[in-house]
């Protein structure tokens, strides 16, 4: 049997899902959109996905499922949104992958640029070796998520340290604060969400980890509040040392090689953007294969998905992932797109998810009894309707920075259509609601 996950562990996987390839990817996006707003921006973000899924912390204190949130979501919701979420879940999971892939294979780029014209190769190569990271196990992924975190907060420390000291206020003297006014931070959160999408994956972890319905809370938490810390600084540092036409657009390994050494500018590529890339990557797979495995054993994908090798590998799922995930990659699209194209959907679900949720104190008493978060029914509904509206929030702010709304729309619309055919044309036997039924008496 594999050790449990420690809390320590679960921040390091909640952590290096934050701070990994969205930041690293998107922010010179973000500031070409908001200049020095990009704090802002990231600030506000960091906000809202956090009021999205405030639910999954509270729901997982209550109830200790493996499957992770689809687990939660099948128990409370009907069948037909629980395919749709299944649907989204895939979805998301494809775009996540794809988009660490590909900013990985960036990174390289700037330290060997014969690689510059091979980055579709270079992105399903590391996304395999991201998968063969995972076979060794959860605990050997989470020290190498652990090893990695130390190189990326020392390097990530020297950007900021840098972008300090080179802090040159006369560079964008004259400058607004928000470049492109209201409507350039609405762009740039949309966006900077996806950089904040990564600390509800712990709750993916279920029994994996030690004391679950204590810990996953709490790392949910914690790794949210240490990575909005970590994105604050990186922010402020990339953009008060240049003028906002010197670094928009850029990632940060250029903005780095602006304000470092040669040497630590290397150091920062490798040991901050490629290890924080890394762990995301890992920390995607490690998270997204339960969730699938639970898909697969309740009849939203085929059985062959659920089956693990004679050491408990799950090598078909992560086969899956992997082949997912190189879909965006070869089709070459837009990263900025494919993260609002993922996300969309997600936030419409959420909203549904959430108002079912509104009666799991009545549905579900004795669990709800037994809780260790001490949250009064009413505080708890109350934290459920701001969550529904920050989903709504999110996801007109989705909607309006996307390029192509027509496939936004369609994606959406396949995505409910996929839990509709499902429900009626599969077998679906949902292995959650036999593990805890409403109301189940003493």
């Known amino acids: 049997m594999q050790k449990k996950l420690s809390l320590f562990d679960l921040i390091s996987i909640g952590?290096?899902?934050?701070?990994?390839?969205?930041?690293?990817?998107?922010?010179?996006?973000?500031?070409?959109?908001?200049?020095?707003?990009?704090?802002?921006?990231?600030?506000?973000?960091?906000?809202?996905?956090?009021?999205?899924?405030?639910?999954?912390?509270?729901?997982?204190?209550?109830?200790?499922?493996?499957?992770?949130?689809?687990?939660?979501?099948?128990?409370?919701?009907?069948?037909?949104?629980?395919?749709?979420?299944?649907?989204?879940?895939?979805?998301?999971?494809?775009?996540?992958?794809?988009?660490?892939?590909?900013?990985?294979?960036?990174?390289?780029?700037?330290?060997?640029?014969?690689?510059?014209?091979?980055?579709?190769?270079?992105a399903l190569v590391v996304l395999a070796l991201g998968s063969l990271c995972v076979f060794a196990g959860d605990k050997v992924?989470?020290?190498?998520?652990?090893?990695?975190?130390?190189?990326?907060?020392?390097?990530?420390?020297?950007?900021?340290?840098?972008?300090?000291?080179?802090?040159?206020?006369?560079?964008?003297?004259?400058?607004?604060?928000?470049?492109?006014?209201?409507?350039?931070?609405?762009?740039?959160?949309?966006?900077?969400?996806?950089?904040?999408?990564?600390?509800?994956?712990v709750v993916n972890m279920g029994k994996a980890a030690d004391k679950p319905t204590r810990n996953i809370p709490l790392a949910f938490c914690l790794s949210a509040l240490v990575g909005a810390a970590i994105y604050a600084l990186i922010g402020f540092a990339a953009t008060h040392a240049f003028s906002y036409g010197d670094i928009a657009g850029k990632n940060l390994g250029?903005?780095?090689?602006?304000?470092?050494?040669?040497?630590?500018?290397?150091f920062f590529v490798i040991g901050g953007a490629l290890?924080?890339?890394?762990?995301?990557?890992?920390?995607?797979?490690?998270?997204?294969?339960?969730?699938?495995?639970?898909?697969?054993?309740?009849?939203w994908l085929p059985a062959v998905f659920n089956k693990t090798t004679k050491n408990g590998t799950p090598t078909y799922v992560l086969v899956l992932l992997f082949l997912l995930g190189a879909v965006?990659?070869?089709?070459?699209?837009?990263?900025?797109?494919?993260?609002?194209?993922?996300?969309?959907?997600?936030?419409?679900?959420?909203?549904?998810?959430?108002?079912?949720?509104?009666?799991?104190?009545?549905?579900?008493?004795?669990?709800?009894?037994?809780?260790?978060?001490?949250?009064s029914v009413n505080l708890y509904k109350v934290l459920l309707l701001i969550s529904c509206g920050a989903s709504v929030v999110l996801g007109v702010f989705y909607f309006i920075s996307n390029n192509l709304k027509g496939i936004m729309i369609g994606v959406t619309v396949a995505v409910f259509v996929y839990g509709i055919l499902c429900t009626k044309c599969g077998h679906i036997d949902i292995a959650a609601q036999k593990e805890y039924v409403e109301n189940k008496p003493e």
């Open 254 to 266: 250029d903005i780095a090689e602006m304000m470092m050494p040669s040497s630590l500018s290397k």
């Open 141 to 201: 992924a989470a020290r190498v998520q652990n090893v990695m975190c130390i190189f990326m907060y020392a390097a990530l420390v020297l950007f900021v340290f840098y972008g300090l000291t080179n802090m040159n206020p006369s560079a964008y003297a004259g400058e607004p604060f928000l470049i492109q006014g209201a409507s350039g931070l609405v762009m740039a959160t949309a966006l900077m969400s996806y950089t904040c999408n990564g600390f509800q994956y």
């Open 275 to 299: 290890f924080a890339l890394g762990t995301s990557l890992v920390g995607a797979l490690i998270s997204a294969y339960r969730p699938l495995m639970a898909c697969a054993r309740d009849g």
């Open 15 to 122: 952590v290096g899902c934050i701070v990994g390839s969205g930041i690293f990817a998107l922010l010179g996006v973000g500031i070409a959109f908001t200049g020095r707003g990009i704090v802002a921006a990231l600030f506000l973000a960091m906000f809202l996905c956090v009021l999205q899924s405030i639910s999954l912390p509270m729901l997982t204190n209550i109830f200790e499922l493996d499957g992770g949130d689809y687990a939660i979501n099948s128990l409370i919701v009907p069948k037909v949104i629980s395919g749709a979420n299944v649907g989204r879940d895939i979805l998301f999971r494809a775009g996540s992958l794809a988009v660490g892939g590909l900013a990985i294979a960036q990174y390289l780029a700037l330290l060997f640029p014969s690689l510059t014209d091979h980055s579709k190769a270079v």
């Open 328 to 375: 965006p990659i070869l089709l070459g699209l837009d990263l900025g797109d494919v993260a609002t194209i993922c996300l969309f959907p997600g936030a419409i679900v959420k909203i549904i998810v959430n108002l079912y949720a509104l009666n799991v104190p009545k549905r579900f008493r004795k669990e709800w009894d037994s809780r260790t978060m001490r949250v």
